[in-house]
């Protein structure tokens, strides 16, 4: 398959669940990648594996907490492959777990979840966005939540930071009408990854989606509009009928 061949995709926090799956269906379906996450050791066996299977990726070891290191994967990326047709904004933080009542939530924790959530894929959009601008082509694909839409005790600041990407993309998407640039906020449903398991433990994994169907989803987002800023995954990825 080679729907975007030609095309390269940056994917935030690509070393494990979502972002990793990500990455996998993109390089299928023949992009190149500029890959970013905080832990080396994980990015590097994602990055080997790619590879091995003949995808071309740039590897950039980073923490979007950091404004340098945003900035410094735009500048790699653009170094290296001249553009950035598909910029995912994946890398999430979920805050303290347990999961803390407002009421007892650390003041310090809940801005980090912010810094990571939304500020980080705002100022990544910034650094990207320009050159789709002018070449009159892009996506740009933030990943939301459920908990953005519905009230749910404990989900807090990440609850707070997925309504705040939904605010963000649906302002950028009226900003971009007739530009054939592109954005949407993306709910991939609830998943089995780590991130899953350290807020609700409980959870069966067998009644949690594989963050393989979840990403199919935003590849069909890359290749075609759905004609909204917000996607639910799971509805993109029903059958037709």
Not at 41 to 63: F, I, M, Q, S, Y
Not at 200 to 207: K, R
Request: aromatic share 4%.
């Amino acid at each position: 398959m080679s729907g975007l061949r030609g095309k390269v995709a940056i994917v935030t926090g690509a070393s494990r669940g979502l972002g990793r799956a990500i990455a996998v269906s993109f390089a299928r379906e023949g992009a190149a990648l500029a890959l970013c996450a905080r832990g080396p050791d994980a990015l590097r066996v994602t990055v080997k594996e790619l590879r091995a299977a003949g995808a071309d990726v740039l590897e950039v070891v980073g923490d979007v907490r950091d404004a340098r290191d945003i900035e410094r994967l735009a500048a790699l990326t653009f170094d290296r492959f001249g553009r950035a047709d598909v910029l995912v904004n994946n890398a999430s933080e979920l805050g303290p777990t347990p999961l803390p009542l407002l009421a007892d939530y650390p003041p310090g924790a809940f801005a980090d979840v912010l810094r990571v959530n939304v500020e980080a894929a705002f100022r990544l959009t910034q650094a990207v966005i320009g050159d789709m601008l002018r070449r009159g082509s892009g996506v740009v694909l933030n990943v939301s939540s459920d908990v953005a839409v519905s009230g749910y005790p404990s989900w807090g600041a990440y609850a707070v930071s997925k309504a705040a990407i939904d605010a963000l993309t649906r302002t950028w998407a009226a900003e971009l009408v007739g530009t054939g640039v592109r954005i949407h906020a993306v709910d991939p449903g609830d998943m089995d990854t780590a991130m899953h398991r350290a807020a609700l433990p409980e959870d069966d994994p067998a009644s949690l989606l594989d963050p393989a169907y979840s990403a199919e989803a935003f590849v069909r987002l890359a290749l075609a509009d759905p004609g909204t800023d917000r996607v639910r995954a799971t509805d993109l990825l029903a059958p037709a009928g």
